[in-house]
């Protein structure tokens, strides 16, 4: 018994330190890396680390001739008329192009193309005008030579009343006036044409910029989506983590219960042999 209570009480200590050892040696942390970026599509939608979406829509903007003097006139004066109202149109491009100069050096480079594409079309639309404009003026024009031509058939008739020869000259005048009136509605014609040609124009490049913003908006909405993807895979990576760490902490548990049952283990083994020690003195004793 002195023998085996000797055995076990030298393995005693080898044993508490292995224990001891293994339990300092688990893992009790990991690390966690996180991912931040920005979105950018075609310069008309962002995507901020918050979250936060913002999208800028293309837009036309038409004039509707409320902002232009124009003045007609069937008399002499539509010469000085149109000569004024095409200094005001001057003026007020001027006064557009500078307040659109100022605004580029305000805003930001990203709302620069949009600004671009509008004032291409503010320009075509301004060429437009001025076009509609000479064929007003040549209209004007038209007519004051009709009305000359008129005046002078009326002194003719008046002149050539008594003569037999008057009614050739009317006829030949007419005849004149009827091709003359055959050549405007030709010219007023080609004048609808190319409206209508420059409408279309404008019809089509306004389709191209809202579906150019329509897929832009579509991509921010997909990068916004994916982004939200991303989360939920981290946070469920966080909880696998914390689910380890938990299982990692009941290990630990488990074997300092293992080495408290092992130490009790010992105390009574040491207990039994004491008892046993004293059990043998006594009967050695008993016997001398």
Known sequence: MLLASTIVFSFLPYLLFTLAAEISCKPRSCDQAQCYG?????????????????VTALCDTKTDGGGWTILQSSSSSSSSS????VAVQRQQQQQQQQQ???QQQQQPAE?????????????????????????????????????QQQQQQQQQQRASSSSSSSSSQQQQQQQQQQQQQQQQQQQQQ???????QQQQ?????????????????????????AAVAAAAAAAAAAAAAAA??????????????AAAAAAAAAAAVAAATVVVVVVAAVVAISLV
Request: net charge neutral; proline share 1%.
């Open 111 to 147: 709302q620069q193309q949009q600004q671009q594409q509008q004032q291409q079309q503010q320009q075509q639309q301004q060429q437009q005008q001025q076009q509609q404009q000479q064929q007003q003026q040549q209209q004007q024009q038209q007519q004051q030579q009709q009305q």
């Open 100 to 102: 659109q100069q100022q």
């Open 244 to 257: 380890a760490a938990a299982a990692a902490a009941a290990a630990a548990a488990a074997a300092a219960a």
């Open 201 to 225: 124009q404008q019809q089509q490049q306004q389709r191209r910029q809202s579906a150019a913003a329509a897929a832009a908006a579509a991509a921010a909405a997909a990068a916004a989506a």
């Open 38 to 54: 920005t979105v950018h599509a075609d310069d008309t939608a962002h995507i901020y680390p918050d979250g936060h979406l913002k």
């Open 190 to 196: 080609q004048q609808q044409q190319q409206q209508q």
């Open 82 to 85: 149109s000569s004024s109202s």
